[in-house]
Each structure stands twice: as structure tokens, then as C-alpha cells.
């Protein structure tokens, strides 16, 4: 059985600038990177670390419905994103609610 937490929150989209240095360090693969630049990268801070969205992969149909995405701590948990949608319907393309699970 799967676990899910989350406190509903919305997180902020940052970008390469609002990083800090050693935030930034983390992901100097993005300086090599072929498929995204600095100037299109987008992350979230959870839980004291920060995730690129590039490195979330898309929640497969009937996963874990509710969820846009996810990405593997170990083989057993990991967190999961979506997009908030405002109440007249659309996506909040700023922010991104992220929950774990465990099983």
C-alpha cells in the first residue's frame, strides 16, 4: 500500500538566479546540458533541498492519480508535484504543491 503526504502548500517556481551558489552547484550538469539552459531551468525548494523540474519525471496513467509528476528517493518513496489550478480553472504555472509517499 502507498503512502501519501502533503500539506497542500503552494511552493514557488525559482529560477538559476534565485538559487544560491551552493544551490546552484548542484546542478552545474545544467552548464553541459544539451536539452535545457540555465535561463530555462525552473526548480522548488521541499523540505530543506531543492528539485529541478526537468528532473521530474511524468506520474505514468493510474499511478498516482491527482499528481502531475514524481521523482524516486529509493525504491520505496520519493515526492510527487503537481500544478495547482486556480478556482476559474486554470494552472497556476508559478507554484507546485509536492507531497511524498512511501510505501
Known sequence: MITIT???HRRDILYWEELSDSER???DWIKCSVTITEDEAEFF???GNVYCLSDIMR???GMFPGWD???N???FSGILVKHPVEEWGEIDSDHVIV???YS
Open 59 to 61: 506520474v505514468p496513467d
Open 6 to 8: 502533503t500539506n497542500n
Open 25 to 27: 552547484n548542484e546542478f
Open 45 to 47: 525548494r521541499y523540505k
Open 99 to 101: 507531497g511524498m509517499y
Open 69 to 71: 509528476g514524481y521523482e
Open 73 to 75: 528517493d529509493t525504491f
